[in-house]
T-cell receptor, first 116, second 114 residues
């Protein structure tokens, strides 16, 4: 079974600065998908970014980018030019491509605080 | 924007009562997932459907939980009888059934069992 580990329960960043959230995972599969979801206090789960394991190029979405290290099974999220609206819980998630296993396996989350 | 709709948004009831949570997936999505979020366990999958057929409900306590999709526009999660340990936020998500496509989440139902 796959597992996802987020070792930072809480992180803090100043507005306009850059922060990196860590995520590692364990799998025996060679192909899979990785996601970062954001959950603000409103409780919504919002997709931030996704990465296909077969792609070497790191995904980027505006101020959000990932550092995907397949051999190390690491998938960190970098937020540049942090904004107050970035304050939320961030969840890393793994999704298999095989068979019917299309469920998401989530990490325990990192709470990001953004300070002035 | 198309959205997954969950009702009710909040539910408070006494233990022993039946609870039904509803989900309207995004039109055209053929997979539906039920997740439960608690402080202790985080986000865990309870059950999911593809083309209305249950594919995996191994995360769900079978004695009291049941999940159904009576039609393509409605998924239900029922707890009977409810217990205080069922208190959590229950999320429904829908998707296109392809692994590279993201799941879209509803706003969740916050359930409190007294």
């Amino acid at each position: 079974a796959q597992t996802v580990t987020q070792s930072q329960p809480e992180m803090s960043v100043q507005e306009a600065e850059t922060v990196t959230l860590s995520c590692t995972y364990d799998t025996s599969e060679s192909d899979y998908y990785l996601f970062w979801y954001k959950q603000p206090p409103s409780r919504q789960m919002i997709l931030v970014i996704r990465q296909e394991a077969y792609k070497q190029q790191n995904a980027t979405e505006n101020r959000f980018s990932v550092n995907f290290q397949k051999a190390a099974k690491s998938f960190s999220l970098k937020i540049s030019d942090s904004q107050l609206g970035d304050a939320a819980m961030y969840f890393c998630a793994y999704r298999s491509v095989s068979g019917t296993a299309s469920k998401l396996t989530f990490g325990t989350g990192t709470r990001l605080q953004v300070t002035l | 924007d198309a959205r997954v709709t969950q009702t009710p948004r909040h539910k408070v009831t006494e233990m022993g009562q039946e609870v039904t949570m509803r989900c309207q997936p995004i039109l055209g999505h053929n997979t539906v997932f039920w997740y439960r979020q608690t402080m202790m366990q985080g986000l865990e999958l309870l059950a999911y459907f593809r083309n209305r057929a249950p594919l995996d409900d191994s995360g769900m306590p079978k004695d009291r939980f049941s999940a159904e999709m009576p039609d393509a526009t409605l998924a239900t999660l029922k707890i009977q009888p409810s217990e205080p340990r069922d208190s959590a936020v229950y999320f429904c998500a829908s998707g296109l059934g392809l692994s590279n496509q993201p799941q879209h989440f509803g706003d969740g139902t916050r359930l409190s069992i007294l």
